[in-house]
């Protein structure tokens, strides 16, 4: 199927329907962009001790209560590990948003599939040293010789990961297909 109108403007038609559900999902991105950050948070500051125990595997008598301190250094951690996704899911937008324009090969929306790929890889491996750290949080009020350093590396992890990297090969394909179409709109 060719579409003479993209040779000449750039653009290619998009249906209502299409343009509707890139627009919507660019808003859930940015809403989502969001409140990752405050959930996550909230969820630390609220957590129930008893909760920090089963995580931790220790029962009451080896950790006490949870304490704002760790409250805080715990949100804190999870915090670092879901900005750089909640950043990857807002500059989303700004691709959807071209494709909802029919500009999928525009400069900007390529950039933020690319943008979308690198914070989810960045989460990634910011999932993996925040799970340590957050190990040392949760158990530095433990009784002596109960404190834990745990290496965690789940399947939820590799996964965002792995996920992250076909983004970015498909941003990658993207941006050799927008430099053809470019070459090839100059030789009309």
Not at 8 to 23: D, K, S
Not at 90 to 99: D, I, K, M, N
Request: with cysteine.
């Amino acid at each position: 199927m060719t579409y003479p109108a993209f040779q000449e403007t750039g653009q290619v038609p998009v249906e209502p329907r299409m343009a509707l559900l890139f627009n919507g999902l660019g808003v859930a991105g940015v809403a989502l962009a969001a409140l990752l950050p405050i959930t996550t948070v909230c969820y630390w500051l609220l957590i129930d001790p008893d909760s920090v125990r089963k995580m931790t595997a220790l029962g009451p008598e080896l950790l006490p209560d949870i304490t704002l301190p760790q409250r805080l250094a715990a949100a804190l951690v999870a915090l670092l590990s879901v900005l750089p996704l909640a950043w990857g899911m807002a500059r989303l937008r700004t691709c959807l948003v071209s494709f909802a324009a029919g500009r999928p090969f525009a400069s900007e929306g390529i950039a933020g599939l690319r943008d979308f790929a690198l914070g989810g890889l960045i989460a990634a491996l910011a999932q993996a040293i925040g799970q340590t750290a957050m190990s040392l949080v949760l158990t530095w009020t433990a009784a002596p010789g109960h404190k834990q350093v745990s290496i965690q590396l789940d399947s939820n992890t590799m996964l965002l990961a792995l996920f992250a990297g076909t983004i970015a090969a498909l941003a990658w394909a993207l941006e050799k297909a927008a430099a053809i179409a470019e070459e090839n709109r100059q030789f009309i």
